[in-house]
């Protein structure tokens, strides 16, 4: 049973550019959440997604957008990228029966220069 | 709001020695407590969760926590360290009732001396 994938695995964009990161729920969850852990520090909620609909959201900027697919596989978009950017991303994923049990991707490194 | 102190963000122990990791919380509602492990290049792994049930809590790995109410507390111990057990550890906290989203803190790095 694969677990959480997510992909790319390393990313380099430069300032101002756009970036899509993908996530795929470990099997039989239907519940997204993306953080963003920057080096040194833990991760920090996005966003979570459940049935396609943003349900939660973080203290993150409008530039931050995602979204999910019929199949529970979901997207973050990042739009007009900022050095502050740079950070590991990571999506987890959960069931509506067991809720409190997240499993994580290995994340996406992305770097801005 | 909810939030977690995690004390110390480097801990070195020997092989064979306790581990003890400190966790403190602060929540306006009764939480729910977590311990994550990150290994270098991975995801986070859960090693156990209190969801108020019993206030010692065993989990993975041969890790253990317990829920002290009184002093706002959920630290992380192990009787014996392995040198397995180097990785970097965070404390987390969530809302009690479903889907709530989590609030980690800033991670301890630890080390075993061989």
């Known amino acids: 049973d694969a677990g959480v994938t997510q992909s790319p695995t390393h990313l380099i964009k430069t300032r101002g550019q756009q970036v899509t990161l993908r996530c795929s729920p470990k099997s039989g969850h239907d519940t997204v959440s993306w953080y963003q852990q920057a080096l040194g520090q833990g991760p920090q909620f996005i966003f979570q997604?459940?049935?396609?609909?943003?349900?939660q959201r973080g203290n993150f900027p409008d530039r931050f957008s995602g979204h999910q697919f019929p199949n529970y596989s979901s997207e973050l978009n990042v739009n007009a990228l900022l050095l502050g950017d740079s950070a590991l991303y990571l999506c987890a994923s959960s069931s509506q029966r067991d809720y409190e049990k997240l499993f994580f991707g290995s994340g996406t490194q992305l770097s801005v220069l | 709001a909810q939030s977690v102190t995690q004390l110390g963000s480097h801990v070195s122990v020997s092989e064979g020695a306790l581990v003890l990791l400190r966790c403190n919380y602060s929540?306006?509602?009764?939480?729910?407590l977590f311990w994550y492990v990150q290994y270098p290049n991975q995801g986070l792994q859960l090693l156990l969760k209190y969801t108020s049930a019993a206030t010692l809590v065993k989990g993975i790995n041969g890790f253990e926590a317990e829920f002290k109410k009184s002093e706002t507390s959920f630290h992380l111990t192990k009787p014996s360290a392995h040198m397995s057990d180097a990785a970097e550890y965070f404390c987390?906290?969530?809302?009690?009732?479903?889907?709530?989203?989590?609030?980690f803190g800033t991670g301890t790095r630890l080390t075993i001396i061989p």
């Open positions: 997604y459940y049935e396609e609909e943003e349900r």
């Open positions: 987390a906290v969530s809302g009690y009732g479903g889907n709530e989203k989590l609030t």
């Open positions: 929540s306006s509602v009764p939480p729910y």
